[in-house]
């Protein structure tokens, strides 16, 4: 899937970057053992501390604090943030409870929000995995989050050539 | 590996950060699998192109162009930007030619340098690897980094308590 990813990114001359939360670097590194994906990857930024949410992708801390760390907004913002910090066309985001610890009533294990981002179209999509261990649930996210990429881009391209 | 490093960093109430060129978020993928790493992990850069180890680590342009970005000055520059950036006590970081491009006379494919950094003290390592692949690269990069931060985070933790 990632190698799908990268030579879709590359027929378009998109670069690629990541931001991570629950994922903690898995989806970079899915992305990045393909061999010549410097073509397109900028890199990515692993926000598993609130602090650099806000800080570094510029998640604004107001927002984390009205609708909590896992959810739609911060998952846009995240997206948006990361894409502008390191000036790629494409972009994804992941922020989840991956467990075992973390969930709630409100946000069970397997809780996961998940962005992808190609020039101006941003789509967002609300995960509910069925809790198969932590491992798993990351695994399952990276897996989730490159097939949006590639939907979106898919998409994009097509729009793009029917102008 | 990640288990102890995660536990060590735990016991001293130490933040970490990663800074991740060749390795490509394989660092910390392997920290944050560990559940509860969230009391210790702040996040990392996944510094894949040069821009993103000058414009959000702060590696000096000129340091890139005259070392290269598989340095002994860069990964030393890079370990102590993302520490600094994430507010972390202890970072890691490596830049090196996991193949199978990039490879030159002068730095062939398994050339890889690493450091980590535990409060004050910084440690840089070249590794010469014996090429196995891309994806064997990066997992002995990620073993050898992990065991440098253990290292020197086992160090530090000696020499203060001898204060």
Redesign the interface.
């Known amino acids: 899937m990632a190698t799908r990813l990268v030579e879709a990114l590359r027929e378009k001359g998109f670069?690629f970057a990541?931001a991570?939360s629950c994922?903690?670097?898995?989806?970079?590194?899915a992305?990045?053992?393909v061999?010549?994906?410097?073509d397109v990857?900028?890199?990515?930024?692993?926000?598993?501390?609130n602090?650099?949410k806000a800080g570094?992708l510029g998640v604004p801390a107001a927002v984390i604090a009205e609708h909590g760390a896992v959810s739609r907004e911060v998952a846009e913002y995240m997206v948006r943030g990361v894409s502008r910090?390191?000036?790629a066309e494409c972009a994804v985001a992941t922020t989840g409870v991956a467990?075992?610890?973390?969930g709630t009533p409100d946000k069970p294990v397997g809780t996961v929000w998940i962005a992808a981002k190609a020039r101006d179209e941003v789509a967002v999509r609300l995960l509910s995995l069925e809790d198969k261990g932590?491992?798993n649930n990351?695994k399952q996210t990276v897996i989730e989050v490159l097939g949006l990429a590639e939907e979106l881009l898919c998409r994009t391209l097509f729009s793009e050539n029917k102008k």
């Open positions: 670069s990541t991570e994922t903690g670097g898995a989806v970079s590194q992305v990045t053992s061999a010549g994906c410097s990857m900028r890199g990515g930024v692993v926000a598993y501390d602090c650099v570094v910090l390191l000036d467990g075992p610890g973390g932590r491992i990351i």
